[in-house]
Nanobody
Framework: VQLQASGGGVVQAGGSLRLSCAAS????????MGWFRQAPVKEREFVAT????????YYSDSVRGRFTISRDNAKNAVYLQMNSLKPEDTAVYYC??????????????????WGQGTLVTVSS
C-alpha cells in the first residue's frame, strides 16, 4: 500500500490543523494505522495509533487531550486532528500502516508501510 500524508502547514501556537493520510493500492480498512513525527535533530517518535475498527486509540503523553486520530474506511483515509498546537509540535508528520494485525501499537518497528511525511510548523 502507498500512503500519502497531507494537510501540514504553518500555524500559530494555539491553532489547529488536520492531517490526512490517503492510501492507494489497498484499502486502509485492513491496516492498523499510526502517526509519528520527527522534529529537527530528533529521533522519530510515536504520536497516535488506531486499531482496525477505530474503537481503540493510543496517544503519546505529549499530545493526549489535544490530538485526535480517526479513520474513515469508506473514504480510505486516516486523520489526525491537532488542536492547541505548540511550537514543540513542529515536525514532519508521517502516517504508517501495520499489516496482519488488529490491535493498535505504539511500536514504530511494527509498522510496515510509511508515507512521505508532511511538515507542520507552529510559530510562537
Amino acid at each position: 500500500v502507498q500512503l500519502q500524508a497531507s494537510g501540514g502547514g504553518v500555524v500559530q501556537a494555539g491553532g489547529s490543523l488536520r492531517l490526512s493520510c490517503a492510501a492507494s493500492g489497498r484499502t486502509l480498512s485492513s491496516y492498523v494505522m499510526g502517526w509519528f513525527r520527527q522534529a529537527p535533530v530528533k529521533e522519530r517518535e510515536f504520536v497516535a495509533t488506531i486499531d482496525l475498527s477505530g474503537s481503540t486509540t493510543y496517544y503519546s503523553d505529549s499530545v493526549r487531550g489535544r490530538f485526535t486520530i480517526s479513520r474513515d474506511n469508506a473514504k480510505n483515509a486516516v486523520y489526525l486532528q491537532m488542536n492547541s498546537l505548540k511550537p514543540e509540535d513542529t515536525a514532519v508528520y508521517y502516517c504508517a500502516a501495520r499489516s496482519r494485525a488488529i490491535r493498535a501499537t505504539i511500536v514504530e518497528r511494527e509498522y510496515d508501510y510509511w508515507g512521505q511525511g508532511t511538515l507542520v510548523t507552529v510559530s510562537s
